[in-house]
């Protein structure tokens, strides 16, 4: 009989999760509590795991305080507009008041923001997005993490399955339990406090791809909903749940189309070259404009840009094109651009195209909308981190045969000492393409751990203040501030599980 090995870990802290939310809880616990014992545990490793384990072209979120590009006022006013008011504005405006000095930590540690000479602020993308050489992001960020509690304290390949509550007080968590996934390790842990940040559940509805590319989707296949599960589980009232994230999406590799549409302006049309959302404007007005007046909102909503392509398809004039022959030239920074941002994050797209012997700058691509899909947690992300990460380059992808075909390839080689990544796309045509892009500023292994840093008052502790704030901010207290006036036309909706 094989016999069960159980490990206890005590702590004061407890992290569930590894991503980008755990590595960030991580150093701010450091930060605050310089003695407390504080671990993490996370079913993958964390230097690449989570939704941002392959990268990001952008980070989607910063509002420019210090260049007094945006308010927090604003970007509440934009998430209640997209979300057409199904939004909880009060958790939305404590999360914004934070995004820039983040940013800014992240800048300081080696991510790549593309900087505007001419403002001395970043390059924006569209008005709340900028942009970034993002292909180590996570690495960077899981760097900090290692450096806030140390590698004995981080236990990967550990998935935890239940929370753990105190058998004299239900409402309270205690700890969690779980098991490595190598070895079968079960893992007690027990904690004084516990921060759940396992990622939400990407992958519920059928997919629209079958056979050898099914469930294809730009989220990673292990983004299973464990926070809902854990939570729920544990009693805890479920919030914003309503709010479902359907976007356009380029066909096959399901790239993002953010920097096409808002870097480079590129067009989406129907399959004449016609503007989709014109011809429905009067009607979606009458159905849903709401009290909002959510048609006529300088940004549309993207439920309603998504609805009107489908509404084109069912008129006949589909399918959806992204015109990316109009702004994509060949030999030109536009090109780089064009495929950076898949390289950054959704290899798969570049796959298709060397498989396709499809060059954006010759002719547009096909567009669809769709949710995220069920997807087996073994199958490949094409996140490209084993072929990163392998130093013979013996690894090599290829794309799904049942709609790419063989003969294209992308190769990758990712230099640490000179802070580059180095790609070749070797089209089915013989066509070969190189790019080379920077990963990091600043040496690897160089971030000072947060209780290096002077330690706070413990008055501090009271305020909405994160780590090294009020420097990175510049001073502006805007964003670490509660409003002086309530903010109008809070909608509150729980669900409880």
Same mark, same amino acid.
């Given at each position: 009989?094989?016999?069960?090995?159980?490990?206890?870990?005590?702590?004061?802290?407890?992290?569930?999760?590894?991503?980008?939310?755990?590595?960030?809880?991580?150093?701010?616990?450091?930060?605050?509590?310089?003695?407390?014992?504080?671990?993490?545990?996370? !079913? &993958?490793? @964390?230097?690449?795991? $989570?939704?941002?384990?392959?990268?990001?072209?952008?980070?989607?979120?910063?509002? +420019? /305080?210090?260049?007094?590009?945006?308010?927090?006022?604003?970007?509440?006013?934009?998430?209640?507009?997209?979300?057409?008011?199904?939004?909880?504005?009060?958790?939305?405006?404590?999360?914004?008041?934070?995004?820039?000095?983040?940013?800014?930590?992240?800048?300081?540690?080696?991510?790549?923001?593309?900087?505007?000479?001419?403002?001395?602020?970043?390059?924006?993308?569209?008005?709340?997005?900028?942009?970034?050489?993002?292909?180590?992001?996570?690495?960077?960020?899981?760097?900090?993490?290692?450096?806030?509690?140390?590698?004995?304290?981080?236990?990967?390949?550990?998935?935890?399955?239940?929370?753990?509550?105190?058998?004299?007080?239900?409402?309270?968590?205690?700890?969690?339990?779980?098991?490595?996934?190598?070895?079968?390790?079960?893992?007690?842990?027990?904690? !004084? &406090?516990? @921060?759940?940040?396992? $990622?939400?559940?990407?992958?519920?509805?059928?997919?629209?791809?079958?056979?050898? +590319? /099914?469930?294809?989707?730009?989220?990673?296949?292990?983004?299973?909903?464990?926070?809902?599960?854990?939570?729920?589980?544990?009693?805890?009232?479920?919030?914003?749940?309503?709010?479902?994230?359907?976007?356009?999406?380029?066909?096959?590799?399901?790239?993002?189309?953010?920097?096409?549409?808002?870097?480079?302006?590129?067009?989406?049309?129907?399959?004449?070259?016609?503007?989709?959302?014109?011809?429905?404007?009067?009607?979606?007005?009458?159905?849903?404009?709401?009290?909002?007046?959510?048609?006529?909102?300088?940004?549309?909503?993207?439920?309603?840009?998504?609805?009107?392509?489908?509404?084109?398809?069912?008129?006949?004039?589909?399918?959806?094109?992204?015109?990316?022959?109009?702004?994509?030239?060949?030999?030109?920074?536009?090109?780089?651009?064009?495929?950076?941002?898949?390289?950054?994050?959704?290899?798969?797209?570049?796959?298709?195209?060397?498989?396709?012997?499809?060059?954006?700058?010759?002719?547009?691509?096909?567009?669809?909308?769709?949710?995220?899909?069920?997807?087996?947690?073994?199958?490949?992300?094409?996140?490209?981190?084993?072929?990163?990460?392998?130093?013979?380059?013996?690894?090599?992808?290829?794309?799904?045969?049942?709609?790419?075909?063989?003969?294209?390839?992308?190769?990758?080689?990712?230099?640490?000492?000179?802070?580059?990544?180095?790609?070749?796309?070797?089209?089915?045509?013989?066509?070969?393409?190189?790019?080379?892009?920077?990963?990091?500023?600043?040496?690897?292994?160089?971030?000072?751990?947060?209780?290096?840093?002077?330690?706070?008052?413990?008055?501090?502790?009271?305020?909405?203040?994160?780590?090294?704030?009020?420097?990175?901010?510049?001073?502006?207290?805007?964003?670490?501030?509660?409003?002086?006036?309530?903010?109008?036309?809070?909608?509150?909706?729980?669900?409880?599980?």
């Amino acid at each position: 009989m094989v016999r069960t090995r159980v490990r206890y870990v005590d702590a004061d802290i407890l992290i569930i999760g590894g991503g980008m939310a755990g590595c960030g809880a991580a150093w701010e616990a450091r930060y605050w509590c310089r003695n407390c014992r504080i671990v993490l545990a996370e !079913k &993958a490793n @964390i230097n690449r795991s $989570g939704a941002v384990a392959m990268g990001l072209s952008a980070i989607n979120t910063y509002l +420019g /305080l210090k260049c007094k590009e945006n308010t927090v006022e604003d970007y509440v006013k934009y998430v209640r507009g997209d979300l057409m008011g199904i939004v909880r504005e009060d958790l939305v405006y404590d999360y914004a008041r934070h995004v820039d000095s983040t940013v800014h930590l992240f800048d300081e540690w080696g991510l790549p923001i593309w900087p505007e000479p001419k403002t001395g602020c970043y390059v924006r993308e569209g008005k709340w997005q900028i942009m970034i050489h993002g292909e180590s992001y996570k690495a960077i960020v899981a760097e900090a993490a290692r450096k806030a509690l140390g590698d004995e304290n981080i236990f990967n390949r550990v998935m935890v399955t239940h929370l753990l509550k105190s058998p004299s007080n239900p409402n309270r968590v205690v700890g969690a339990i779980g098991f490595n996934v190598n070895d079968g390790t079960i893992y007690v842990f027990r904690a !004084k &406090a516990t @921060i759940v940040t396992a $990622g939400g559940g990407s992958h519920v509805y059928r997919p629209r791809s079958q056979g050898e +590319g /099914l469930g294809r989707s730009w989220y990673p296949p292990w983004s299973s909903a464990s926070s809902y599960g854990l939570m729920i589980e544990a009693g805890a009232v479920m919030t914003m749940m309503e709010a479902r994230f359907v976007v356009p999406r380029f066909k096959d590799g399901y790239g993002p189309v953010g920097a096409y549409q808002l870097l480079l302006k590129t067009r989406i049309t129907n399959a004449y070259g016609q503007d989709f959302w014109k011809p429905h404007v009067d009607e979606l007005r009458k159905l849903y404009s709401g009290k909002g007046n959510y048609v006529d909102l300088p940004i549309t909503p993207t439920t309603l840009r998504v609805y009107a392509q489908r509404l084109e398809w069912m008129a006949g004039r589909g399918p959806s094109l992204m015109r990316t022959d109009e702004t994509v030239k060949k030999g030109t920074e536009s090109e780089a651009i064009a495929y950076e941002d898949f390289l950054d994050m959704t290899i798969s797209q570049v796959v298709i195209w060397a498989g396709q012997n499809h060059e954006p700058s010759e002719r547009p691509y096909e567009i669809i909308t769709r949710k995220a899909v069920n997807i087996e947690p073994e199958s490949c992300w094409e996140c490209y981190n084993c072929v990163k990460h392998c130093p013979q380059g013996a690894v090599q992808i290829r794309g799904y045969m049942d709609f790419t075909p063989l003969g294209g390839a992308v190769e990758v080689y990712r230099d640490e000492k000179t802070n580059r990544v180095y790609w070749t796309i070797r089209y089915r045509n013989g066509t070969v393409k190189y790019f080379i892009f920077p990963i990091r500023t600043t040496p690897w292994g160089s971030i000072k751990p947060p209780h290096e840093a002077p330690e706070p008052p413990k008055d501090m502790l009271r305020t909405p203040y994160l780590s090294f704030e009020h420097e990175k901010l510049g001073g502006n207290k805007l964003g670490v501030e509660l409003p002086k006036t309530k903010v109008p036309e809070v909608v509150k909706v729980e669900v409880r599980g």
